[in-house]
């Protein structure tokens, strides 16, 4: 079951100014139904992010940090059931996304196999993403990752590191 959302910001001189930083917790259960919740609370972030602090966050980047969670969700799902904590951090130039789960087994990319069917959520995360870090935990493991907000002028990610 999904806990409620928490928000908190950097205060800088008693108020949140263009170099504050903006973070949100929410924890799941991680059943299948909550794939879709950890992509609705990374939206509604984002979102926030954009009308309260005016930050640019590309289509491109919302496409992306969207899929991002739903492929680590998945995994979760799929060979670490139980709980799951998704933490969210924006700086207006990033966003860094932690998905904490009790799973005990890092992931691993699979070797390219153009005849696999299905199996391909890591690559995809490693292609799109700026950084990629496992960390094994007391319990479980956390995965982080780190997505460009805003693109260049010529659309392209900004500071986006390819693989």
């Not at 609370?41 to 739903?70: C, K, N, P, Y």
């Not at 479980?140 to 500071?159: E, F, H, M, Y």
Request: with cysteine.
């Amino acid at each position: 079951m999904e806990q409620p959302v928490a928000y908190e910001e950097s205060v800088q001189g008693g108020q949140v100014n263009g170099a504050g930083v903006m973070r949100g917790s929410a924890s799941y259960e991680m059943t299948s139904s909550d794939i879709a919740r950890v992509r609705d609370f990374i939206r509604e972030f984002l979102t926030t992010a954009q009308t309260v602090h005016g930050w640019d966050v590309s289509a491109r980047a919302m496409d992306v940090a969207l899929l991002v969670a739903s492929e680590l969700a998945t995994n979760v799902c799929k060979y670490a059931p139980g709980p799951c904590l998704v933490d969210l951090e924006c700086d207006g130039t990033t966003l860094g996304i932690v998905m904490w789960d009790s799973g005990p087994i890092l992931p691993a990319a699979s070797a390219a196999d153009p005849t696999r069917i299905g199996q391909h959520g890591l690559e995809l995360v490693l292609m799109v993403c700026q950084s990629f870090e496992v960390r094994r935990e007391p319990v479980g493991k956390s995965l982080r990752v780190q997505i460009a907000l805003p693109d260049s002028p010529d659309n392209n990610p900004s500071g986006h590191t390819t693989w």
